[in-house]
């Protein structure tokens, strides 16, 4: 039981919100846990297991980042959050039950009595509008220029200002996902070559 409520406390920042009894009939995502490097994995298996009137879909999210070995740089490409991948589905009560099921043991994330932490509507929204159809956000390029960013090429065009802070030298930026109570921010690529 304490194991759970601390595996709670470290959800991502889109899931540590007010828990809802689950809407049957709309189709939400939910975290499912799993064991750290066993996401794509465990995924697949629950894919094929899980039939699709329970689940519409699994994934695990992922993003690209940028890496420096031997004094060059590369995107690589990893889960947006460890030890964790998301279910697609318009019942998470039946689906949690299905899920309790495997001999695998696998549990929508944050479950409680019936009650489940989807992700909220616009954060779910505004990630569809950013994946690519491999499930991952892609690096975005961008110059700054008299102070102001300009965002060219990449997801994250048009949303110069969700923008909170860019580190122009590692190529991440911080940016905001959701709206009011629900808003977290999340890491994400970004290279910014030309500074004038």
Do not use: N
């Given at each position: 039981m304490e194991q759970t409520a601390r595996r709670q406390e470290q959800l991502p920042g889109a899931f540590n919100g007010v828990t809802t009894n689950s809407q049957h009939g709309r189709v939400r995502w939910y975290l499912v846990h799993t064991p750290n490097g066993k996401?794509?994995?465990?995924?697949?298996?629950?894919?094929c297991i899980i039939p699709h009137n329970l689940m519409?879909?699994?994934?695990?999210?992922?993003?690209?980042?940028?890496?420096?070995?031997d004094g060059a740089w590369s995107l690589q490409t990893k889960p947006m959050y460890k030890e964790y991948f998301f279910v697609a589905t318009?019942?998470?009560?039946?689906?949690?039950?299905a899920l309790a099921q495997l001999s695998f043991g696998c549990r929508i994330a944050g479950s409680r009595e019936r009650?489940?932490?989807?992700m909220p509507d616009d954060a779910q929204d505004w990630y569809r509008s950013v994946l690519d159809e491999d499930g991952v956000v892609r690096n975005s390029v961008a110059r700054i220029e008299d102070g102001v960013l300009h965002i060219e090429q990449g997801p994250?065009?048009?949303?110069?200002?969700?923008?909170?802070?860019?580190?122009?030298r590692k190529r991440w930026c911080l940016v905001d996902v959701g709206?009011?109570?629900s808003s977290f921010r999340e890491v994400l690529p970004l290279d910014v070559p030309i500074k004038t």
């Open positions: 996401e794509r994995e465990t995924c697949e298996k629950v894919r519409q879909d699994a994934f695990v999210m992922q993003k690209e980042f940028w890496f420096k070995r318009h019942d998470a009560a039946a689906l949690d039950r009650a489940y932490m989807p994250l065009v048009g949303q110069e200002a969700r923008v909170h802070k860019i580190d122009r709206e009011g109570d």
